[in-house]
């Protein structure tokens, strides 16, 4: 069973940065493509930023040039930069992975929350 598991969450000031980390059970390149989401309760998840197995990055346009994802083949592992980090950043932030970039996704993470104060 394929699993993928964040990391890295926490609480910060708004300003400050955090690095969320994801852990794939499996070689990354089983997928086209792994993501990170977001979700605020009641809401809908949201792509935050995305990177395909070849390396070309997509992002949101609330996160563009604060937030940077990358990934590690060898080590199966996708990381979330989070930079200049905002209260509206508050959430629940998703590792995902996905066949078919991006409308839908195969594998989602459980999820690890980020909280930013003002």
């Known amino acids: 069973q394929v699993q993928l598991m964040e990391s890295g969450g926490g609480s910060v000031q708004a300003g400050g940065s955090l690095r969320l980390s994801c852990a794939v059970s499996i070689s990354i390149f089983s997928f086209k493509a792994m993501g990170w989401y977001r979700q605020d309760p009641g809401k809908p998840r949201d792509l935050v930023a995305g990177?395909?197995?070849?390396?070309?990055?997509t992002y949101a346009d609330f996160v563009k040039g604060r937030f940077t994802i990358s990934r590690d083949n060898a080590k199966n592992m996708v990381y979330l930069q989070m930079n200049s980090l905002k209260p509206e950043d508050t959430a629940v932030y998703y590792c995902a992975a996905t066949t078919m970039p991006w409308r839908t996704v195969d594998y989602w993470g459980q999820g690890t929350q980020v909280t930013v104060s003002s």
């Open positions: 990177i395909t197995s070849i390396g070309d990055t």
